[in-house]
């Protein structure tokens, strides 16, 4: 599990290093919207073609997301951030106080300016993006977002996790 979520971790810490300075049309239009789209992530190493790493979908609002990908369901209300793994009945929680680019989608949303200045945006359109990050020399990372879609703040109810439906066997970790 913990492979897994590091690996959507640096999805959103290199998705959010947006160049300062430049407008994102699909991401300008987000603010205090409620955003949904697809996410295609890969990466190239050494100028190699990229391969993909995984795909999943987000749902973001304010400071709170759904994140689905690689088998997890990632859900935070602002406050507090739930990691579920539904192949082993696991479930991590954390405090969402200290979260920050890396932890946090919702920042993709609030904050690209603020981050970097090796994004390459390869093509867009009204409802997808798709961007290139130099993470570092050799290492480039691909975000291909698609089916992004806005609409009008619906209040948090989408973003908390109830972890009294896991089945008895679960095993929940709270790190709160």
């Not at 073609?49 to 602002?78: P, Q, W």
């Not at 290492?139 to 089916?147: K, N, S, Y």
Request: one cysteine or more; glycine letters at 8%.
């Amino acid at each position: 599990m913990l492979k897994r979520f590091v690996i959507l971790l640096s999805l959103f810490t290199c998705v959010s290093s947006f160049a300062q300075g430049v407008s994102i049309p699909q991401l300008d239009r987000a603010a205090g919207k409620r955003v949904g789209f697809t996410y295609e992530y890969s990466l190239s190493k050494d100028g190699a073609g990229f391969s993909k790493v995984t795909e999943g979908e987000v749902l973001v609002e304010d400071n709170a997301y759904r994140l689905d990908g690689l088998g997890l369901t990632i859900v935070c209300n602002g406050e507090t951030r739930w990691t579920y793994d539904p192949s082993v009945g696991e479930v991590v929680i954390e405090s969402a106080e200290n979260d920050n680019i890396l932890t946090n989608p919702a920042l993709l949303i609030s904050s690209y300016r603020h981050y970097g200045n090796a994004l390459h945006v390869k093509s867009g359109a009204k409802d997808s993006l798709d961007v290139v990050y130099d993470v570092d020399d050799d290492v480039r990372a691909r975000f291909v977002l698609t089916g992004i879609a806005y609409s009008e703040p619906q209040g948090k109810s989408d973003f908390t996790f109830d972890v009294k439906s896991l089945p008895k066997d679960s095993v929940i970790t709270d790190l709160r």
